[in-house]
């Protein structure tokens, strides 16, 4: 389809429509439609229709390819492959310029995509202050929100939770943000909520069977796993899992031992816990990884 734009434009003005086509098709920096090769290719196909016209364009085309992400081979390739004397010299000074990483002929460094970009948030927590040494430390605990936008690399608050809360769980699912469980003023939680980050909004989720904190939460298959943590003052084993389609938890099993503070993640259709603590309180230096299928 992006050959035949270029194939096809040839009874159509020079470079405007092939710009306008790229821009259009290629370059919209919020979705992916062609990879390098592709849109390189087609660049190529259209100069050729007409070498001797168009191949004054041949720097202004190019600067509008991610040519940084294109392979040096596939380039030398075309190089090589060119019949026109012009053309074949502008070409190796495009390519000179993006192996020595020098010039202005072209592009020599791209940004990634808005879709392909990645934020980080960081989400409640709290700040202790010692007041004086004969009163005890008082303790904030936040609802504030922040991210960080990697592609500005810039910090920027966006809405607070409905409450503050430390060690909750957090993970991502469906492009949200759930959080749940944690703990404020002493009182160890069970209800939740999820961050929605194209609405820049909060919304209640329901709460978990058993209430906790310092507990592993990760997604997997479209599903929640709320994993151990801190219940009461016990350090819990139980295992829930939330289905977002009935907005419920449910119990789904136990760990072999009761584990608090550790690391869970999903990988290759299975939990895995990073082995943190147990019954004893000591780190202990291992990996537990389960083999449970859920």
């Not at 190529?44 to 040096?72: A, G």
Request: glycine fraction near 8%; charge should be positive.
């Amino acid at each position: 389809m992006c050959s035949n734009i270029f194939r096809n434009s040839g009874d159509r003005p020079l470079c405007d429509v092939i710009i306008c086509n790229l821009m259009q098709m290629y370059f919209d920096t919020k979705s992916f439609f062609f990879p390098p090769k592709q849109v390189f290719q087609a660049a190529m196909r259209w100069i050729m229709h007409d070498v001797t016209q168009r191949r004054r364009y041949v720097f202004e085309i190019l600067s509008h390819v991610r040519l940084p992400l294109l392979s040096v081979c596939r380039l030398e390739r075309a190089i090589n492959d060119c019949g026109d004397g012009s053309l074949k010299v502008a070409l190796r000074s495009v390519h000179k310029d993006l192996v020595t990483k020098k010039g202005s002929l072209v592009p020599l460094y791209v940004h990634p995509r808005l879709c392909a970009k990645k934020d980080i948030f960081v989400i409640g927590g709290s700040k202790r202050e010692l007041v004086s040494a004969w009163t005890r430390s008082s303790e904030c605990t936040y609802e504030s929100v922040e991210r960080f936008d990697t592609f500005r690399r810039e910090w920027c608050r966006v809405s607070p939770m409905g409450i503050g809360r430390i060690l909750p769980g957090v993970a991502t699912l469906n492009g949200r943000i759930f959080v749940v469980g944690g703990e404020q003023e002493s009182q160890i939680l069970a209800n939740g909520e999820c961050y929605d980050p194209r609405e820049d909004s909060w919304s209640k989720v329901a709460s978990m069977v058993v209430p906790r904190c310092e507990f592993g939460l990760c997604a997997l298959y479209g599903n929640l796993y709320a994993i151990g943590g801190w219940v009461g003052e016990d350090i819990g084993g139980s295992i829930e899992k939330y289905d977002p389609a009935q907005n419920e938890w449910r119990l789904e099993g136990d760990l072999p031992e009761p584990r608090f503070s550790m690391g869970v993640v999903s990988y290759d259709g299975e939990w895995m816990v990073l082995k943190k603590a147990g019954d004893s309180g000591t780190s202990v230096n291992e990996y537990k990884y389960s083999n449970r299928r859920i």
